[in-house]
């Protein structure tokens, strides 16, 4: 069965930590990886993107990495912020892109 | 370069009523998909369109229809609400050519009374 798993659900962090969220994948065909940033009731926003040869991806204070052969992926964020406050959602495609299989997300909440 | 579009923002329905959500896709996209994401939970797949047809669906009732138009842009409809129809409803878009690329939209909040 094609499922993504994010842990934790839910995290809390002071302003200025740093975080790591983990994701697992039990998806084929695997054609990439992506990080989401969804603030509450909006839409999610692209933080990074891997695609299978790809071991780490940057985005300022988004630093994701992917280990194919696990199948693990981090999203390490550096020097927090309230702003980053969210939950975070890993999301793999699979069939050449065409479909999207997503992680229930993990809800980080900064505080100062 | 707008991205994607959906309107209306948030919408307050009745129980057993209809209603028509839309959007608009990014610049150079053409295919359109729409997922229903309930409170703390997941975007869930409901069905992807491409050159006007539905190309894919995922676990919905016949309910939950949809329709692309020449220009890209879609419509999701939803017959005879229930409450558990209450959620987020996501519009995503890409080019049907790219690997990756989704763009989603900032979605319709969908209150079901």
């Known amino acids: 069965k094609n499922q993504v798993e994010q842990s934790p659900q839910s995290l809390i962090i002071l302003e200025g930590k740093n975080c790591t969220l983990q994701?697992?994948?039990?998806?084929?065909?695997?054609?990439?990886l992506r990080w989401y940033k969804q603030d509450t009731g909006r839409g999610p926003v692209s933080l990074t993107i891997?695609?299978?040869?790809?071991n780490t991806k940057s985005n300022g204070r988004y630093t994701a990495t992917l280990d194919a052969d696990t199948k693990q992926s981090s999203l390490h964020i550096t020097a927090s912020q309230l702003s980053d406050s969210a939950s975070y959602i890993c999301?793999?495609?699979?069939?050449?892109?065409?479909?999207?299989?997503f992680g229930a997300g993990t809800i980080l909440r900064v505080k100062s | 370069d707008a991205g994607v579009t959906q309107s209306p923002t948030h919408l307050i329905k009745t129980r057993g009523q209809q209603v028509t959500l839309r959007c608009s896709p990014k610049?150079?996209?053409?295919?359109v998909s729409w997922y229903q994401q309930a409170l703390g939970q997941g975007p869930q797949f409901i069905f992807q369109y491409y050159e006007e047809e539905e190309r894919q669906r995922g676990n919905f009732p016949d309910r939950f229809s949809g329709h692309q138009f020449p220009n890209y842009s879609s419509e999701l409809n939803v017959n005879a609400l229930l409450l558990g129809d209450s959620a987020l409803y996501l519009c995503?878009?890409?080019?049907?050519?790219?690997?990756?690329?989704?763009?989603f939209g900032s979605g319709t909040r969908l209150t079901v009374v």
């Open positions: 999301v793999v495609s699979m069939e050449y892109g065409n479909k999207l299989v």
């Open positions: 995503a878009s890409r080019s049907g050519t790219a690997m990756y690329g989704y763009t």
């Open positions: 610049s150079g996209h053409d295919t």
């Open positions: 994701c697992n994948y039990t998806v084929s065909p695997f054609s990439n």
């Open positions: 891997m695609t299978f040869s790809e």
